[in-house]
């Protein structure tokens, strides 16, 4: 069956420097892939969409990879503050399959 | 504003006791779904549905009914709760079902079953 793991549960780093999330998926091929930024409590707010040709998106300081060799997206945070400490969640759709999400990483910034 | 609303936000009742969590958005979205988050466990859909009176299973539909008679609501049912449906729930909606469109979820409904 179809799986997309996010191999860290938890990420500290220090505030100002790249925070690197990675979402790893097996046993298909997804068209899209997704990120979400989860608040403790709240629903999950979407962050970005990347697709199966790109390579690369970028938003403000966001950005995110798709490698479909590695089977593998990496979303980055440039010059991270204590603001973007949360859960991230990726989640991706292959084919007619609905949308899978990842556990998620918690991310702490640490001032 | 564009929004997912859901009600409640919390709820404690006791097993076997029918309750059932509304969901509405204004986006005029064809596609809605309901997921259950546990803690290790991560997002698991429950139920979708791509348009009104169209619904299917998601992962973990067991426990659960909804309906679709209006492209705005989707409620979730819990005819007989269990406790091991204690968990935090989301409704989501996108236009479509296709994964290039972002789900818009709405704040989650916090369900304690004794």
């Known amino acids: 069956s179809q799986k997309i793991e996010q191999n860290s549960e938890a990420l500290n780093i220090q505030e100002g420097k790249t925070a690197t999330l990675t979402c790893n998926y097996t046993?298909?091929?997804?068209?899209?892939l997704q990120w979400y930024r989860q608040d403790p409590g709240r629903g999950p707010v979407f962050l970005l969409l990347i697709r199966e040709n790109e390579k690369e998106k970028r938003k403000e300081r966001l950005k995110v990879t798709f490698d479909t060799t590695l089977k593998q997206s990496l979303f980055h945070i440039t010059a991270s503050q204590p603001a973007d400490s949360a859960t991230y969640l990726c989640a991706s759709v292959g084919g007619n399959t609905p949308l899978v999400f990842g556990k998620g990483t918690r991310l702490s910034v640490i001032a | 504003e564009a929004q997912v609303t859901q009600n409640p936000r919390y709820l404690i009742t006791v097993t076997g006791k029918k309750l059932t969590v509304t969901c509405s958005q204004n986006?005029?979205?064809?596609?809605m779904s309901w997921y259950r988050q546990d803690p290790g466990l991560g997002l698991r859909q429950i139920y979708y549905s791509m348009n009104v009176e169209v619904t299917d299973k998601g992962d973990v539909p067991e426990g659960y009914k909804v309906s679709r008679k209006e492209k705005r609501n989707f409620p979730l049912i819990l005819e007989s709760p269990s406790p091991n449906q204690t968990s935090l729930y989301f409704c989501?909606?996108?236009?479509?079902?296709?994964?290039?469109?972002?789900?818009?979820f709405g704040d989650g409904t916090r369900l304690s079953i004794l």
């Open positions: 986006m005029n979205h064809e596609y």
């Open positions: 046993n298909y091929s997804p068209a899209y």
């Open positions: 989501a909606s996108t236009p479509n079902q296709g994964g290039n469109q972002p789900q818009h």
